[in-house]
């Protein structure tokens, strides 16, 4: 359902403050701090320095504002890697690199492990999560395929390029970006080699 703009004689006549992304990476960034519970408009509002109006120019309420993270985390964080068509037009071993690269360089992996945490306490979310994680699976495991691994070699190599991915930066979050880099090209030749 589409929001009605203000109209001339309402007495909401400005615009927004702020973007609908601008409160969508504000509620990310609450969710991976300190939980879901975090994530209130109040807070929200207080923290990015408008007031509770800006957010209902954009949500209905805290529950829509909520599916709309989970959302824009889909679409940000998964979609913008998975519905890209150019990494197909590479060879599949650099279209994989190019695609891990553009996670870690981008920092598409940052709210993994809040999204998980969310997902164990919300059955609804649980079974959002794990469609973004089937349609990470199906996008590296058909790097994979194409490079001729089948069965439970292209599965091995497609669940440790998605944990790698998905949890170094937790495991090991003070390393230097070129480290990581470094590490991710040692990892990739490690897994794309026959």
């Given at each position: 359902m589409e929001k009605k703009?203000?109209?001339?004689?309402n007495n909401s006549k400005r615009e927004p403050q702020l973007s609908r992304d601008s409160w969508l990476r504000h509620g990310l960034e609450v969710l991976r701090d300190e939980g879901i519970q975090g994530v209130r408009v109040e807070r929200l509002a207080r923290d990015l320095g408008v007031t509770k109006g800006s957010f209902y120019w954009h949500f209905t309420d805290r529950d829509d504002l909520w599916q709309n993270m989970l959302d824009y985390w889909s679409r940000m964080y998964t979609g913008v890697i998975v519905d890209n068509r150019e990494f197909r037009k590479f060879d599949p071993a650099q279209g994989l690199l190019v695609a891990m690269t553009k996670v870690r360089a981008e920092g598409l992996d940052t709210y993994e492990l809040a999204m998980r945490a969310w997902a164990?306490?919300?059955?609804?979310?649980?079974a959002a999560v794990r469609e973004v994680y089937a349609q990470r699976t199906a996008f590296v495991m058909g790097f994979f395929t194409?490079?001729?691994?089948?069965?439970?070699?292209?599965?091995?190599?497609?669940r440790l390029t998605l944990c790698y991915m998905s949890w170094e930066l937790n495991m090991y979050p003070d390393e230097s970006k070129t480290k990581r880099l470094k590490l991710l090209e040692a990892q990739h030749e490690l897994l794309t080699r026959k």
């Open positions: 703009k203000p109209v001339a004689g164990d306490h919300d059955p609804k979310i649980d194409r490079l001729g691994f089948r069965g439970i070699d292209a599965e091995v190599r497609t």
